[in-house]
């Protein structure tokens, strides 16, 4: 072997292009690059799952999982309107507006250097000195407006506008992209400025997640106290009793500071619970009244946990509107809750509302006993075997409350606990599988699997606990002289359901409180906005949903950089994993020399020399 060190490992095609891209994490490319693979995943990757079946499975094919609908697919989802280039650009695009800028502020406040008494410039200042000396007078003003402005500028507000810049272009790809995928499903080739019925944004869900991020973001940065920086180190030779006081005065302010915000984030986890208990309550609400107002999947998902027969959400609705009613009876829509109760074994009547007794008392007994219902004593109304439908039935059990409540929480408990033991699990194999080899990790993962199961079951079980207490156990059985078209509406049962289920958030991890509030919050926010504003597609609503994109996604990115502290949960991690990149260049390294160690979590001093009223800031 010579003396002049290893031989340089085997170069491969890709060398020709990667060595151009800077191993810096926040480098505009390293950004460009995390960005568009995490979105390409999140938008395409799900939509790729049904024809990946109806290749192993052939009786799943047809028409929407053929060739041509798969190069429908490619071609939205990888173009310049797709969804992963639209965030690419607004997030990479600002990085790279950022440097830019301080590139430009460098160059105008570098000193010349004199050669021979005169001024030796670089070709790019005059440039600029002759450029200026082109444009109009007012043109040269604002010129020297702004410079001035990039001068005075904090680099917290540079990174703002910078997003702000790159976001707008990035808003108008993104919509223009659905605007034209929603013109080709709907086989229209019309403009999207031609009268329809519903013109509701196709990005107002990602806006609302984004708002809501963003100024959780703003509220945590307000409730958190910023921690000192380090302490300075103390030599031990001629040792400074000032300085040892200096010191020992920051530790304790730092521990000071610390227990001020434990007890703020205790704070903060009881206003999360309560905004998820409030979110919930109109989610669920819209889920039976108005379930126009939420995402088709949501409420799809919602019917599957719940276990509810359709016809009694048409019951429900119909109850609301008056065309089903214990005392007018129902011309157009009785037959429905009858061919439920025929179906489920019961006679016909139970399900009549011309027979059905609309108040409790002497008046319903009778009826009961004319019609045989014997679980239904001084109360009236639909009867509970109709709407529990076959829970217990194989137990004997339908006609209990208690046990149509347990059984389905149990039921749900176990849905749940298949859903959140891979969620729980995943995370840890892929980040950190060697802690999989601790029995008490294993234990703890497995246990927060549990509580998380047994949230959603306590869910559903205090729904339908709180419905029978309110129409059967409790409320109709001491107020009997009040009609069943109460208890049974929409302020009644139901509302008392929507309200009992949120509390379940209690039995959740404090920590993961914030998460669930933050995803049901956009919901609950669509499920409050106007109908006739959200479909009209006017120009003004069309301009607050991008002003409202533009701000809370600059937001974002601004905190991601400057202030991490103040997101939560999986903003945080996304953010944190764009910006900074804890495995940037991981991959590029580890091809050339595999002894090289994975880029660490915290990124190195970027190679642009930042101005002092640049100074990014490293209190967070």
């Given at each position: 072997?010579?003396?002049?060190?290893?031989?340089?490992?085997?170069?491969?095609?890709?060398?020709?292009?990667?060595?151009?891209?800077?191993?810096?994490?926040?480098?505009?490319?390293?950004?460009?690059?995390?960005?568009?693979?995490?979105?390409?995943?999140?938008?395409?990757?799900?939509?790729?799952?049904?024809?990946?079946?109806?290749?192993?499975?052939?009786?799943?094919?047809?028409?929407?999982?053929?060739?041509?609908?798969?190069?429908?697919?490619?071609?939205?989802?990888?173009?310049?309107?797709?969804?992963?280039?639209?965030?690419?650009?607004?997030?990479?695009?600002?990085?790279?507006?950022?440097?830019?800028?301080?590139?430009?502020?460098?160059?105008?406040?570098?000193?010349?250097?004199?050669?021979?008494?005169?001024?030796?410039?670089?070709?790019?200042?005059?440039?600029?000195?002759?450029?200026?000396?082109?444009?109009?007078?007012?043109?040269?003003?604002?010129?020297?407006?702004?410079?001035?402005?990039?001068?005075?500028?904090?680099?917290?507000?540079?990174?703002?506008?910078?997003?702000?810049?790159?976001?707008?272009?990035?808003?108008?790809?993104?919509?223009?992209?659905?605007?034209?995928?929603?013109?080709?499903?709907?086989?229209?080739?019309?403009?999207?400025?031609?009268?329809?019925?519903?013109?509701?944004?196709?990005?107002?869900?990602?806006?609302?997640?984004?708002?809501?991020?963003?100024?959780?973001?703003?509220?945590?940065?307000?409730?958190?106290?910023?921690?000192?920086?380090?302490?300075?180190?103390?030599?031990?030779?001629?040792?400074?009793?000032?300085?040892?006081?200096?010191?020992?005065?920051?530790?304790?302010?730092?521990?000071?500071?610390?227990?001020?915000?434990?007890?703020?984030?205790?704070?903060?986890?009881?206003?999360?619970?309560?905004?998820?208990?409030?979110?919930?309550?109109?989610?669920?609400?819209?889920?039976?009244?108005?379930?126009?107002?939420?995402?088709?999947?949501?409420?799809?998902?919602?019917?599957?946990?719940?276990?509810?027969?359709?016809?009694?959400?048409?019951?429900?609705?119909?109850?609301?509107?008056?065309?089903?009613s214990y005392t007018t009876g129902s011309p157009t829509q009785g037959h429905l809750l009858q061919d439920s109760a025929q179906k489920l074994g019961y006679p016909r009547a139970w399900g009549d509302p011309s027979v059905l007794p609309a108040y409790?008392?002497?008046?319903?007994?009778?009826?009961?006993?004319?019609?045989?219902?014997?679980?239904?004593?001084?109360?009236?109304?639909?009867?509970?075997?109709?709407?529990?439908?076959?829970?217990?039935?194989?137990?004997?059990?339908?006609?209990?409350?208690?046990?149509?409540?347990?059984?389905?929480?149990?039921?749900?408990?176990?849905?749940?606990?298949?859903?959140?033991?891979?969620?729980?699990?995943?995370?840890?194999?892929?980040?950190?599988?060697?802690?999989?080899?601790?029995?008490?990790?294993?234990?703890?993962?497995?246990?927060?699997?549990?509580?998380?199961?047994?949230?959603?079951?306590?869910?559903?079980?205090?729904?339908?606990?709180?419905?029978?207490?309110?129409?059967?156990?409790?409320?109709?059985?001491?107020?009997?002289?009040?009609?069943?078209?109460?208890?049974?509406?929409?302020?009644?049962?139901?509302?008392?359901?929507?309200?009992?289920?949120?509390?379940?958030?209690?039995?959740?991890?404090?920590?993961?409180?914030?998460?669930?509030?933050?995803?049901?919050?956009?919901?609950?926010?669509?499920?409050?906005?106007?109908?006739?504003?959200?479909?009209?597609?006017?120009?003004?609503?069309?301009?607050?949903?991008?002003?409202?994109?533009?701000?809370?996604?600059?937001?974002?990115?601004?905190?991601?950089?400057?202030?991490?502290?103040?997101?939560?949960?999986?903003?945080?991690?996304?953010?944190?994993?764009?910006?900074?990149?804890?495995?940037?260049?991981?991959?590029?390294?580890?091809?050339?020399?595999?002894?090289?160690?994975?880029?660490?979590?915290?990124?190195?001093?970027?190679?642009?020399?930042?101005?002092?009223?640049?100074?990014?800031?490293?209190?967070?």
């Open positions: 072997m010579s003396g002049n060190g290893p031989p340089s490992p085997p170069k491969s095609p890709l060398s020709k292009w990667l060595p151009t891209i800077s191993d810096e994490p926040s480098h505009p490319s390293q950004v460009a690059l995390r960005t568009y693979a995490l979105a390409l995943s999140l938008s395409l990757g799900p939509s790729l799952i049904p024809f990946a079946v109806s290749l192993a499975v052939p009786k799943f094919r047809g028409s929407k999982t053929s060739l041509s609908a798969l190069k429908g697919l490619l071609r939205r989802e990888l173009g310049h309107d797709g969804f992963a280039f639209a965030i690419t650009f607004s997030v990479a695009g600002g990085a790279m507006i950022k440097r830019a800028l301080i590139s430009v502020y460098q160059q105008q406040s570098e000193v010349p250097i004199k050669d021979n008494g005169a001024d030796a410039k670089k070709p790019s200042d005059i440039f600029l000195s002759r450029l200026n000396a082109t444009l109009p007078k007012h043109a040269r003003i604002l010129l020297t407006s702004l410079k001035k402005l990039l001068l005075e500028i904090s680099a917290e507000n540079l990174t703002f506008i910078s997003n702000i810049i790159s976001t707008s272009v990035g808003i108008i790809l993104l919509q223009s992209g659905r605007n034209r995928t929603a013109r080709l499903r709907n086989g229209s080739t019309t403009s999207s400025s031609a009268p329809q019925v519903d013109q509701t944004s196709p990005t107002l869900d990602l806006t609302l997640l984004l708002l809501v991020r963003a100024v959780d973001s703003i509220i945590q940065s307000l409730i958190l106290h910023k921690t000192s920086s380090p302490p300075s180190e103390v030599k031990t030779t001629n040792v400074d009793p000032a300085a040892v006081s200096r010191l020992v005065h920051e530790k304790l302010e730092r521990e000071r500071l610390k227990r001020v915000n434990a007890m703020r984030q205790r704070l903060t986890s009881q206003v999360d619970a309560f905004v998820f208990w409030a979110c919930s309550a109109r989610i669920m609400w819209c889920f039976f009244y108005e379930p126009h107002r939420l995402p088709r999947s949501y409420v799809k998902w919602i019917n599957t946990l719940a276990n509810l027969d359709g016809r009694i959400v048409d019951i429900l609705q119909a109850i609301r509107s008056g065309k089903w409790g008392g002497k008046m319903a007994d009778d009826v009961w006993k004319k019609i045989g219902v014997t679980s239904r004593p001084g109360v009236g109304g639909i009867p509970c075997e109709v709407l529990h439908a076959e829970v217990g039935s194989k137990l004997g059990l339908q006609a209990s409350c208690t046990a149509n409540a347990s059984l389905r929480a149990l039921k749900g408990f176990t849905d749940a606990f298949t859903i959140y033991l891979p969620v729980h699990f995943l995370p840890v194999l892929l980040t950190r599988p060697q802690v999989m080899l601790r029995p008490h990790r294993v234990l703890e993962t497995i246990f927060g699997a549990v509580r998380s199961a047994a949230f959603l079951s306590s869910f559903i079980g205090l729904y339908w606990y709180a419905v029978c207490l309110t129409r059967t156990l409790v409320a109709a059985r001491y107020l009997p002289f009040i009609s069943h078209n109460f208890w049974d509406g929409p302020f009644g049962c139901i509302m008392a359901g929507c309200l009992a289920c949120g509390g379940s958030i209690w039995v959740e991890n404090g920590r993961r409180r914030g998460e669930m509030a933050l995803y049901v919050l956009p919901r609950a926010i669509r499920a409050c906005l106007p109908d006739a504003w959200v479909k009209s597609g006017r120009p003004g609503v069309k301009f607050v949903e991008r002003l409202a994109f533009v701000l809370s996604i600059s937001t974002l990115l601004t905190a991601a950089t400057h202030r991490p502290d103040s997101l939560r949960g999986l903003s945080r991690w996304t953010l944190a994993f764009v910006v900074n990149g804890p495995s940037a260049g991981f991959w590029k390294r580890k091809r050339r020399d595999p002894s090289i160690p994975p880029t660490p979590s915290v990124p190195p001093t970027p190679s642009v020399d930042i101005p002092p009223n640049h100074t990014e800031r490293t209190d967070a």
